[in-house]
């Protein structure tokens, strides 16, 4: 596919992803969310790519909410739709990816950004960035997942009151709420990120994988998380990576995982 509201940066084991539609404020119009479907799922395949970060272009924005040109003559239909097929393609499709996901925040994370920002499996914020869900200012709710996942996050109370007053909170904020897990300057935040990722990197991906399964199984309410653990534990004991990693450890040299 080529991207046009899309484009992607790839180090040796990262790759990055940024939203691209600065006079938009980066806005998840249709066309951007099938794009990000697409290069989520091949970044996903590749196995060279060890992690993901995604941001936005411009110092500005993150993501500044779904297009409200693009649903503001909908249907209840339409409406629907909209809801369950940006679920389904993108921000349940990022939860359960098997690479870790960043969200480096650079700027306003509103509507759907914020609730982009929410289904990657971490956060990280520059100084400047403003997160809410500002929906019922336009008589809708949040759709992508953000009256699930922001409770999950920040507690209910607190969920309730930035739904119900439509306001945005600072960075600083949204670090003591426990939403982002690190504020830094805008020159720091994709060196950051960037730190972050070739951490992970250095770790073996299946467990990652694993470990990514069995947390998210603890917040589905169909799911039975310490259930989930015990099997993706049991898994880790079959795969070349926890051999290369114990026989590592005792022969007191650094893993050097082959990722199977
Ligand atoms: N959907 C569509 N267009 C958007 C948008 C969105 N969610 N957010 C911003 N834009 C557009 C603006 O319409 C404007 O386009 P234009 O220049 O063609 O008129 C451009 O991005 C710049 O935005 P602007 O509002 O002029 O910037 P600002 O600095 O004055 O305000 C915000 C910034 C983020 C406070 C403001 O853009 C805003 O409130 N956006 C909507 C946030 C929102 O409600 N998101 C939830 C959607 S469900």
Known sequence: MKYENIYIEEEKQWATITINRPTKLNALN??????????????????????????????????????????????????????????????????????????????????????????????????????????V????????GGTQRL?????????????????????????AYGLVNHVVSPEELLPLCEKLASRISNNSTVAIKHAIKAVNAGFKYDADGYAVEIDAFGHCFGTDDFKEGTTAFLEKRKADFPGS
């Open 30 to 135: 249709k066309r951007t969310i099938e794009e990000l479907h697409v290069a989520f799922k091949e970044l996903d395949e590749d196995p060279e790519i060890k992690v993901i970060i995604i941001t936005g272009t411009g110092e500005k924005a993150f993501v500044a909410g779904a297009d409200i040109s693009e649903f503001a003559h909908f249907s209840v239909k339409e409406g629907r739709q909209l809801s369950a097929m940006g679920q389904k393609n993108l921000f349940n499709l990022i939860e359960n990816l098997t690479t870790p996901v960043i969200a480096a925040i650079n700027g306003f994370a509103l509507g759907g950004g914020l609730e982009l920002a929410l289904a990657c499996h971490f956060r990280v914020a520059s100084s400047n960035a403003r997160m809410g869900l500002p929906e």
């Open 137 to 144: 200012s336009l008589g809708v709710i949040p759709g992508y």
């Open 151 to 175: 409770p999950q996050l920040i507690g209910k109370g607190r969920a309730m009151e930035l739904i119900m007053t439509a306001s945005m909170i600072d960075a600083d904020k949204a670090f």
